[in-house]
């Protein structure tokens, strides 16, 4: 028996913790079926489609806000503020990313305070996906130890499948050390407790606190980076608004949410987005890249720009000293301040870091793999991303690279030319052959801007800024890979397998558009898997196994039958 078939039997028969087929965020969405086929012959089209599925968001929101859970969670979180005690996000990938997101933005309206943020990985995953941590309960655990929660202390831990073991583990440590313990996710609990069983006993454990935010399929089959973390931030945003005294009737933020959604319909907002997405197609499809620019939503820019690495096997973020790897074709800076400013700003307090080595990797369980050669995800390492304003002619070494400055809300009154983030762009955008400017609010600077017209009301953690950009970009990068060929339907077809989660929807996507069983799938997955490994990547090119094994055994048939 070859590895490949032996590894294949192994996750069949020995993983099905990790088979999630059964839960609707790992389904296909019916009002997005043919959304790669349809967007490749009209932008616009593809995007409203896109946008479709956001309005499942509401409902859910609705639904949510009207519950005991969510008064719990606010009581829960205001109590905690108002005694000095910390309120933890804890999260894995697009959660991860989201609860830093949530900690800034209250560290950002309270000039510091006591919030915290539990990223799977630590900061530095944030930049680059640190493969399989995700799967260790122990990992999680271990965070929450060193976060120190205990008594006083509110963790809420955000899952968007609701089976995330790192985040699983978080919130049992928080648990016994006597914090307060929500537990958030995007699958119905009943459907998770019989399918799941990690899953089952944090739903049957009565001291935490459960809320279903289910919406049902992702836009795009498994991009839980979408709707389910759109939820997340509206739902768990909200909360903490009103923990700091802001909007008291819940109601209104799903109100205000379905306002925004209509706003970013409208014709001239699509048409907009639309041509953002086939500029930045055109731009990969010469070989170039883009540098995003941003100062006050520079994180929101990190969230979406970082994902499309894993959601589409993009080459990831690139440090200073590393010429081997592959140029992101996106990354992110802010003009104004340099690489260790920047991380302070953006965070609100200083990278934290894991310095685990051999000894606690085993003490955890880890796999050989893992504490054989420790991940180096050390602060210095964080700091070796160029995401501040030192120059870096790998951004610009292109004959069409572009810079592009993206700016949201009241931002947008202030970053023209004149102001400091105006000219301080204008001085690094001079650089780079092609410049470019998308503005999201109602106002835009002066000069040839992409604008997209909303209203964004003002809040404390300046919550309706942060939705506005996170769907437009949501909408754009994931427009814009579908264009490029990344997308077949509604799967992510470039889909890293980078820990035992994707392994599984990678499996099953291949089943799905190849018409094979699961285990015949799998096998043929850890095939390309196991090839893969043994080639460098060539040109810049990162290689999805799902794309190599779809494409393989398309060869291997007739079109009519695949």
């Not at 077949?488 to 089943?511: C, F, H, P, Q």
């Amino acid at each position: 028996m070859d590895d490949a078939r032996r590894e294949a039997e192994h996750f069949v028969n020995n993983e099905k913790a990790f088979h999630l087929g059964a839960l609707p965020t790992e389904q296909s969405h019916p009002k997005t079926r043919g959304l790669a086929e349809i967007i490749a012959k009209d932008t616009r089209a593809g995007i409203r489609m896109l946008q479709l599925v956001d309005d499942d968001v509401t409902a859910a929101a609705r639904r949510v806000f009207a519950t005991d859970e969510f008064r719990r969670l606010v009581e829960s979180l205001t109590a905690a503020l108002n005694r000095g005690g910390r309120v933890c996000f804890s999260g894995c990938g697009a959660t991860g990313r989201l609860s830093i997101l949530l900690e800034a933005a209250y560290r950002a309206s309270q000039g510091g305070g006591t919030a915290l943020s539990i990223m799977t990985g630590g900061d530095y995953a944030l930049v680059r996906s640190v493969e399989f941590f995700e799967d260790y309960v122990t990992f999680g655990r271990q965070q929450a130890v060193e976060a120190g929660l205990g008594r006083g202390d509110v963790l809420v831990a955000i899952t968007e499948g609701g089976e995330t073991s790192s985040v699983i583990g978080t919130a049992w440590q928080a648990l016994e050390a006597g914090a307060e313990v929500f537990f958030a996710c995007n699958n119905p609990m009943d459907v998770l407790a019989a399918h799941v069983e990690r899953s089952r006993r944090v739903i049957e454990e009565s001291r935490i606190v459960k809320l279903d935010l289910s919406s049902g399929p992702m836009a795009v089959a498994g991009s839980t980076r979408m709707q389910a973390t759109t939820s997340e931030l509206l739902v768990i945003g909200a909360a903490l608004e009103m923990a700091l005294g802001g909007q008291k009737r819940s109601e209104e933020y799903a109100t205000r949410f379905e306002s925004l959604l209509r706003d970013l319909a409208l014709p001239s907002a699509v048409d907009t987005m639309a041509r953002w997405v086939e500029m930045e197609e055109a731009l990969y499809r010469g070989k170039n890249a883009m540098t995003y620019f941003g100062n006050e939503f520079l994180l929101d820019i990190f969230t979406d720009t970082t994902e499309r690495a894993p959601t589409f096997s993009l080459p990831p973020f690139r440090k200073c000293d590393d010429s081997r790897s592959p140029r992101p074709m996106a990354f992110a800076k802010n003009p104004l301040h340099s690489t260790t400013e920047t991380w302070r700003r953006m965070l609100g307090r200083e990278p934290r870091c894991l310095m685990w080595d051999t000894a606690l990797y085993q003490k955890m369980g880890a796999a050989e793999r893992i504490w054989r050669n420790p991940p180096v995800l050390n602060r210095t390492e964080l700091f070796k991303f160029l995401v501040g304003n030192e120059n870096d002619p790998s951004r610009y070494a292109g004959v069409g690279d572009c810079a592009a400055l993206v700016l949201a809300g009241a931002e947008c009154a202030t970053s023209g030319p004149g102001t400091a983030l105006g000219d301080a762009f204008a001085s690094a955008a001079a650089r780079f052959p092609a410049r470019a400017v998308l503005a999201v609010g109602l106002t835009a600077p002066a000069g040839s801007v992409c604008h997209v017209g909303c209203e964004l009301s003002p809040s404390p953690i300046q919550l309706w800024d942060h939705l506005a950009i996170k769907l437009v970009l949501n909408s754009i990068s994931t427009a814009t890979a579908a264009r490029l060929g990344r997308v077949v339907s509604n799967w992510m077809s470039y889909v890293e397998t980078s820990n035992k989660k994707l392994i599984d929807r990678g499996t099953r996507l291949v089943a799905e558009l190849a018409r094979l069983d699961y285990a015949e799938a799998c096998y043929e997955l850890h095939k390309s898997r196991a090839q893969l490994a043994q080639k460098p990547v060539v040109a810049g090119e990162r290689l999805s196994p799902v794309a190599v094994t779809l494409e393989r055994i398309r060869k291997q048939k007739t079109p009519t039958n695949i």
